[in-house]
């Protein structure tokens, strides 16, 4: 008679943020699924640190500097082990990081008085396509949309 006593753990999904952006944390978690399961090991890519929570059913990563955006497929892994040290089939979460633009200035006063001084007020983009922003006064009432 054989009994197999080692039954790997299976897990539900990761939740956690889809979108992230770098050097923020995030966090991270499956559901426990069953009381057998004693251990977690979690899988980030190159640049991103666990700061948080390895070896449980939920981690906080820091995604540091994430020199590529885009989509990172896989970019989480987790599988988990039961009491025997036999682990179950992994779960993967998708990750996008999205693309910053650090060449941008937003002037932080203007002067609307028809001086000819600071009347107006825009943004000055680089490779923007599309913006929309509001204006408001300083008890926070919104004067241009």
């Known amino acids: 008679m054989y009994i197999n006593c080692c039954q790997p753990p299976t897990l539900g999904n990761i939740s956690g943020s889809l979108t992230v952006c770098p050097n923020s944390s995030y966090n991270y978690s499956v559901p426990i699924p069953f009381a057998g399961t004693i251990t977690y090991n979690w899988t980030v890519p190159p640049g991103s640190t666990i700061t948080s929570g390895q070896g449980t059913n939920q981690i906080v990563v820091n995604w540091g500097l994430i020199s590529t955006p885009g989509l990172i497929p896989n970019a989480i892994t987790v599988f988990a082990f039961n009491q025997f040290g036999c682990p179950g089939p992994s779960s993967t979460l998708d990750i996008f990081v999205p693309t910053l ?3 941008i200035f937003f002037p932080n ?7 000819g001084i600071n009347d107006g007020w825009s943004p000055i983009p680089f490779k923007i396509v599309q913006i929309k922003w509001q204006v408001f006064n300083r008890w926070g009432e ?4």
Do not use: G
């Not at 919104?142 to 949309?145: E, K, P, S, T, W």
């Open 109 to 115: 006063a203007f002067t609307p008085n028809d001086d």
């Open 142 to 145: 919104r004067v241009f949309d």
């Open 101 to 103: 633009i650090s060449n």
